[in-house]
């Protein structure tokens, strides 16, 4: 189905075709149920998280404010892109979204997406206080400045997004709508433009390269002053202590630079075989966000321990009234 637009002689398109991942089409009833287990598991992970966070009063640090945060960021970027997959790997109509549900996809991706860069970079910045300047911290990173600085991730996440969203989609779209992708991403969508797209590529790589570059940036200077201070440290239980809460925080960092590093410096690659760096930031990371952040952390370790002993203390005391 086709409606008019404004240009002469033009239509546009009213839905696309999310044409998936290669590597599905042979067992897509297999790759259904994997994907699945990954939602699930990445649901309850990130759920668990968030409940031991919001239950446990000795995970009251800033440190684990900003974790909840990453846990309800990462179950709602999962939830933007796997059960559209899924939906593909059943049905051919699976596979149909239409025009404005392409754009409130692509919004989301990139406002959830930019919105955890952001965030990255303000658990640096709450370790490099911790850990640098700990006399100062309680005063620093106070109730107020913790609130003001996930705000702050969330509203430019929400601007960073809509300026990308505006752009892509006020380019008409009047033929192709295969999109060589399993979900809706600017560097397959603007394929489909039926008009230059010469300066929407140049402000996509300028402004999420600003961005990431950035925030990168910001990052590595912070762990520069936190190895420094680490290898001040007197004892080895504090170095250690020091270590197991950076330690997670620089893997998930890794796991989520690497990826989009290869897909959005590279947009005229992006189709349907280049999904599976995607894939990995997208729907992987953060199923691994959780296990990342629990193994590597002592005292999450035992809230979560605390939680589920509490709970099965709990559970027989449920019973029918006598």
């Given at each position: 189905?086709?409606?008019k637009t404004?240009?002469?002689?033009?239509?546009?398109?009213?839905?696309?075709?999310?044409?998936?991942?290669?590597?599905?089409?042979e067992?897509?009833?297999?790759?259904?149920?994997?994907?699945l287990?990954?939602?699930?598991?990445?649901?309850?992970?990130?759920?668990?998280?968030?409940?031991?966070?919001?239950?446990?009063?000795q995970?009251?640090?800033?440190m684990?404010?900003?974790?909840?945060?990453?846990?309800f960021?990462?179950a709602c970027?999962?939830?933007?892109?796997?059960?559209?997959?899924?939906?593909?790997?059943?049905?051919?109509?699976g596979?149909?979204?239409s025009?404005?549900?392409?754009t409130?996809q692509?919004y989301?991706f990139?406002?959830?997406?930019?919105?955890?860069?952001?965030?990255?970079?303000?658990?640096?910045?709450?370790?490099?206080?911790a850990?640098?300047?700990?006399?100062?911290?309680?005063?620093?990173?106070?109730?107020r400045?913790?609130?003001?600085?996930?705000?702050?991730?969330?509203?430019?996440?929400?601007?960073?997004?809509?300026?990308?969203?505006?752009?892509?989609?006020?380019?008409?779209?009047?033929?192709?709508?295969?999109?060589?992708?399993?979900?809706?991403?600017?560097?397959?969508?603007?394929?489909?433009?039926?008009a230059?797209?010469?300066?929407?590529?140049?402000?996509?790589?300028?402004?999420?390269?600003?961005?990431?570059?950035?925030?990168?940036?910001?990052i590595?200077?912070?762990?520069?002053?936190?190895?420094?201070?680490v290898?001040?440290?007197?004892?080895a239980?504090?170095?250690q202590?020091?270590?197991?809460?950076?330690t997670?925080?620089?893997?998930?960092?890794?796991?989520?630079y690497?990826?989009p590093?290869?897909?959005y410096?590279?947009?005229?690659?992006?189709?349907?075989?280049?999904?599976a760096?995607?894939?990995?930031?997208?729907?992987?990371?953060?199923m691994?966000?959780?296990?990342?952040?629990?193994?590597?952390?002592?005292?999450?370790k035992?809230?979560?321990?605390?939680?589920?002993?509490?709970?099965?203390l709990?559970?027989?005391a449920?019973?029918?009234?006598q």
């Amino acid at each position: 189905m086709e409606v008019k637009t404004e240009y002469p002689n033009q239509t546009v398109v009213s839905h696309f075709f999310l044409e998936g991942l290669r590597f599905t089409a042979e067992h897509p009833s297999l790759f259904f149920l994997l994907f699945l287990l990954i939602y699930s598991i990445t649901m309850m992970g990130n759920l668990l998280i968030l409940i031991t966070v919001g239950c446990d009063p000795q995970l009251r640090s800033p440190m684990y404010h900003f974790l909840g945060h990453l846990s309800f960021l990462d179950a709602c970027l999962s939830t933007v892109t796997v059960p559209k997959v899924m939906a593909g790997l059943l049905t051919l109509d699976g596979k149909l979204i239409s025009f404005e549900g392409c754009t409130i996809q692509l919004y989301c991706f990139h406002f959830l997406a930019s919105s955890e860069c952001f965030l990255y970079t303000v658990m640096a910045y709450d370790r490099y206080l911790a850990i640098c300047q700990p006399l100062h911290y309680p005063v620093a990173m106070n109730r107020r400045m913790c609130a003001g600085l996930a705000g702050i991730t969330w509203a430019t996440g929400a601007v960073h997004s809509a300026v990308h969203t505006s752009l892509t989609f006020h380019l008409p779209y009047c033929g192709p709508h295969h999109i060589a992708y399993f979900f809706c991403d600017i560097p397959p969508v603007l394929k489909l433009a039926c008009a230059d797209t010469t300066t929407n590529e140049l402000v996509m790589l300028a402004n999420i390269g600003i961005v990431a570059a950035g925030c990168l940036i910001l990052i590595v200077i912070s762990y520069v002053f936190i190895a420094a201070a680490v290898l001040r440290m007197r004892t080895a239980e504090g170095r250690q202590r020091a270590c197991s809460t950076c330690t997670a925080h620089l893997t998930v960092v890794l796991l989520y630079y690497m990826p989009p590093v290869c897909i959005y410096l590279q947009p005229s690659s992006s189709g349907i075989g280049a999904g599976a760096p995607a894939v990995f930031y997208t729907i992987i990371t953060p199923m691994l966000n959780p296990f990342i952040y629990t193994l590597r952390n002592k005292e999450v370790k035992r809230a979560l321990r605390r939680l589920l002993w509490r709970g099965s203390l709990e559970s027989p005391a449920r019973g029918p009234p006598q």
